[in-house]
């Protein structure tokens, strides 16, 4: 049985392009949170989808976007990446709709120069 | 705005002393999770709290969640430097549908 799994492991762009971060949930999952660790910190919350629709938006500008697929894949997006994006991106799936426990898979690491 | 706090933020102990790690929100709490996240790693989840004044036991770890259900702690009984990470709590508000709101983490190095 497959964890979550993500792609790619590691990403470095320039500031002001566009990325593209891809999640497969683990099998039985229907609920997909994105999550952005910056060096040192927790896990801060971005958005969460559920029946391809964002249900919960965190405190991130507009520039970060998402969409959920019918087999429950998602991907995050980020437009007019700047410096301070450079982070360690987390996707978490849970079953039922997100009160329960999520697993996390193993990010991706965004580097912006 | 919703915050966990989560103290200390690094502890350094000899291998076999114990340690602990507390966790406290300014809201109440429909549960909290606990993950490890070794360097390099992702958070791993350990477990889940719901009831109010809950103790759970894994092993040589003890995980409680206040009566109020708004702090909670994890406690290592005679550490090994396999417990080397970064524990952090992140919680569920009651009024939330899956939003986890993440401690900042406390880092133990176990000295052998």
């Known amino acids: 049985d497959a964890g979550v799994t993500q792609s790619p492991t590691h990403l470095i762009k320039t500031r002001g392009q566009q990325v593209t971060l891809r999640c497969s949930p683990k099998?039985?999952?229907?609920?997909v949170s994105w999550y952005q660790q910056a060096l040192g910190q927790g896990p801060q919350f971005i958005f969460q989808?559920?029946?391809?629709?964002?249900?919960q938006r965190g405190n991130f500008p507009d520039r970060f976007s998402g969409h959920q697929f019918p087999n429950y894949s998602s991907e995050l997006n980020v437009n007019a990446l700047l410096l301070g994006d450079s982070a360690l991106y987390l996707c978490a799936s849970s079953p039922g709709g997100g009160r329960n426990t999520q697993y996390f898979g193993p990010g991706t690491r965004l580097t912006v120069l | 705005g919703q915050q966990v706090m989560q103290i200390p933020q690094y502890q350094h102990v000899q291998e076999g002393e114990d340690f602990t790690t507390y966790c406290n929100s300014s809201?109440?709490?429909?549960?909290i999770q606990w993950y490890k996240q070794r360097p390099g790693g992702h958070p791993v989840f350990l477990i889940q709290?719901?009831?109010?004044?809950e103790v759970k036991k894994q092993k040589r770890l003890t995980f409680q969640f206040g009566e109020a259900k708004k702090n909670s702690s994890l406690h290592i009984t005679a550490t090994q430097t396999t417990d080397v990470g970064t524990y952090f709590c992140a919680g569920i508000l009651s009024s939330n549908t899956g939003k986890l709101i993440f401690g900042q983490g406390t880092t133990l190095q176990v000295k052998p």
């Open positions: 709290l719901v009831k109010s004044g």
């Open positions: 989808y559920y029946e391809e629709e964002e249900r």
């Open positions: 099998s039985g999952h229907d609920t």
């Open positions: 809201t109440t709490l429909s549960n």
